[in-house]
T-cell receptor, first 118, second 116 residues
């Protein structure tokens, strides 16, 4: 299979604190991972593309200093929401594509992280 | 620019009914890939199918079937004999030919409710 683990599943924090979310590909290597944000009853909005060993590519309108992405290994990408505020409360979900030929470039998704900033 | 339209927003059926979820896409790429994902209430997106633009053969997997019509730019998804466990939000998505790392364009999703 292709399992993507995302942790934590839920986090509640005070305004002004930073929150780190981890995304791991458990049984495959992933040079590329993606971070999405989803508001209630809405579609997924791509925030950034995370590339192992290089800087992430952010979508227009996403603050790179606010949402720090680190992809230090072929199986782990992290998203840090810095100085979180209530408007950052949302559902964050990551995905990973399996490296190698024949992988069919399918994005496999984690279970998501529900962030609530008080 | 790429676009995915899921015109239906919410569908409610009674168990055992068949239901079709529509997906229409726009792209200028000659090679592209279409996907369907299921998002149950728990939140994770479950991959259902990937279809490339050169393969118009319809596919059946158990109660699920997909109808790819390039002439109408549609990739519809039918659930036969629906079950309560099919209740979820279903997303259709499109990826162009820019490479494996190119992003997915998602539709807005269709909320399917299957009543006992």
């Amino acid at each position: 299979g292709a399992v993507v683990s995302q942790h934590p599943s839920r986090v509640i924090c005070k305004s002004g604190t930073s929150v780190k979310i981890e995304c791991r590909s458990l049984d495959f290597q992933a040079t590329t991972m993606f971070w999405y944000r989803q508001f209630p009853k809405q579609s997924l909005m791509l925030m950034a593309t995370s590339n192992e060993g290089s800087k992430a590519t952010y979508e227009q309108g996403v603050e790179k200093d606010k949402f720090l992405i680190n992809h230090a290994s072929l199986t782990l990408s992290t998203l840090t929401v810095t100085s979180a505020h209530p408007e950052d409360s949302s559902f964050y979900i990551c995905s990973a594509t399996r490296d190698g030929k024949g992988a069919k470039n399918i994005q496999y998704f984690g279970a998501g992280t529900r962030l609530s900033v008080l | 620019a790429q676009k995915v339209t899921q015109a239906q927003t919410e569908i409610s059926v009674v168990e055992k009914e068949d239901v079709t979820l529509d997906c229409v896409y726009e792209t200028r790429d000659t090679t592209y890939y279409l996907f369907w994902y299921k998002q149950p209430p728990s939140g994770e997106l479950v991959f259902l199918i990937r279809r490339n633009s050169f393969d118009e053969q319809n596919e059946i997997s158990g109660r699920y079937s997909w109808n790819f019509q390039k002439s109408t730019s549609s990739f519809n998804f039918t659930i036969t004999a629906s079950q309560v466990v099919d209740s979820a939000v279903y997303f259709c998505a499109l990826r162009g030919e820019a490479g494996a790392n190119s992003k997915l364009t998602f539709g807005k999703g269709i909320t399917l409710s299957v009543r006992p």
